[in-house]
């Protein structure tokens, strides 16, 4: 019975002092699990230095080309918009210091497509220029804009978004009617064509109400009534005087259909 129950105890003593290959698994897995979250922590903080070096060029490359230090800093980077922000404080830079000069503008384009997709920024920052102020600054500041974009879908778009914020404008750039039978032809389709020249007549009959009605006229004149139109052309025939006049009563006939050239 004592030899039985040493023989016993030694097997339960080696048993315990060489674990089986089951016993042993977890303690080989939360190795490896504790060296692949040092690996993670590794390759996420180097790929943070490397996101950080990079927007710390995009700055410094930017500054270069005149962006104040003030406007953006390595800290407010992503909080800004990142390079959307970049390419279009660059644009907002250019245009100022240049006086939109078409010319100057070009030069300068290349450099912001170095950040971003010229034509997008553009797009986003013309938006954010009609809807802040519709003064003949903005409008002819965005028409320049509009005029070096590549993308005629952009271009139009553009166009539109100068010439519908023109019509809400107490003063508008005389260059604006050549602008918009530019963007007439900018059209990729017969959609975009219809509504730019929809937006161009209505701007010039506002030219016409303001010319012999005053800019109160805008107030009271609107376009869906028959009757508004059929008097402001009556109107406009008294003026015989007035240079253009014949012009203004040919665009009023051809652009309402239920007015004649006979009756003026």
Same mark, same amino acid.
């Given at each position: 019975?004592?030899?039985?129950?040493?023989?016993?105890?030694?097997?339960?003593?080696?048993?315990?002092?060489?674990?089986?290959?089951?016993?042993?698994?977890?303690?080989?897995?939360?190795?490896?699990?504790?060296?692949?979250s040092n690996d993670t922590i590794y390759s996420n903080s180097s790929r943070h230095i490397a996101t950080k070096l990079y927007y710390a060029k995009l700055i410094k490359e930017a500054r270069?080309?005149?962006?104040?230090?003030?406007?953006?800093? +390595?800290?407010?980077?992503?909080?800004?918009?990142?390079?959307?922000?970049? @390419?279009? *404080?660059? #644009?907002?830079? !250019?245009? %100022?210091?240049?006086?939109?000069?078409?010319?100057?503008?070009?030069?300068?384009?290349?450099?912001?497509?170095?950040f971003w997709s010229f034509d997008i920024a553009a797009s986003r920052y013309v938006k954010e220029l009609c809807d802040e102020n519709?003064?003949?600054?903005?409008?002819?500041?965005?028409?320049?804009?509009?005029?070096?974009?590549?993308?005629?879908?952009?271009?139009?778009?553009?166009?539109?978004?100068?010439?519908?914020?023109? +019509?809400?404008?107490?003063?508008?750039?005389?260059?604006?009617?050549?602008? @918009?039978? *530019?963007? #007439?032809?900018? !059209?990729? %389709?017969?959609?975009?064509?219809?509504?730019?020249?929809?937006?161009?007549?209505?701007?010039?009959?506002?030219?016409?109400?303001?010319?012999?009605?005053?800019?109160?006229?805008?107030?009271?004149?609107?376009?869906?009534?028959?009757?508004?139109?059929?008097?402001?052309?009556?109107?406009?025939?008294?003026?015989?005087?007035?240079?253009?006049?014949?012009?203004?009563?040919?665009?009023?006939?051809?652009?309402?259909?239920?007015?004649?050239?006979?009756?003026?």
């Amino acid at each position: 019975v004592e030899v039985s129950n040493c023989n016993e105890f030694n097997c339960s003593v080696i048993s315990f002092l060489s674990p089986s290959k089951e016993s042993a698994k977890p303690l080989d897995k939360n190795a490896n699990i504790a060296m692949g979250s040092n690996d993670t922590i590794y390759s996420n903080s180097s790929r943070h230095i490397a996101t950080k070096l990079y927007y710390a060029k995009l700055i410094k490359e930017a500054r270069e080309l005149g962006l104040e230090r003030k406007t953006m800093t +390595l800290r407010s980077f992503e909080s800004l918009g990142g390079v959307v922000f970049l @390419a279009r *404080e660059l #644009i907002r830079f !250019s245009l %100022d210091a240049s006086g939109s000069n078409i010319v100057c503008l070009a030069d300068i384009k290349a450099n912001i497509q170095k950040f971003w997709s010229f034509d997008i920024a553009a797009s986003r920052y013309v938006k954010e220029l009609c809807d802040e102020n519709n003064s003949p600054e903005n409008l002819l500041q965005s028409s320049t804009i509009a005029q070096l974009c590549s993308d005629r879908t952009i271009k139009c778009k553009i166009a539109l978004q100068v010439l519908r914020s023109a +019509l809400l404008a107490n003063n508008r750039p005389e260059s604006l009617k050549k602008f @918009a039978q *530019e963007a #007439i032809d900018w !059209s990729p %389709d017969e959609t975009t064509k219809s509504e730019i020249q929809e937006a161009t007549r209505l701007l010039i009959i506002d030219d016409i109400v303001r010319r012999y009605c005053g800019h109160k006229g805008t107030e009271l004149f609107r376009v869906s009534n028959p009757r508004h139109s059929y008097r402001l052309l009556k109107h406009v025939c008294r003026y015989i005087d007035t240079p253009c006049q014949f012009q203004d009563i040919l665009f009023l006939c051809n652009s309402f259909t239920h007015l004649s050239k006979v009756d003026a």
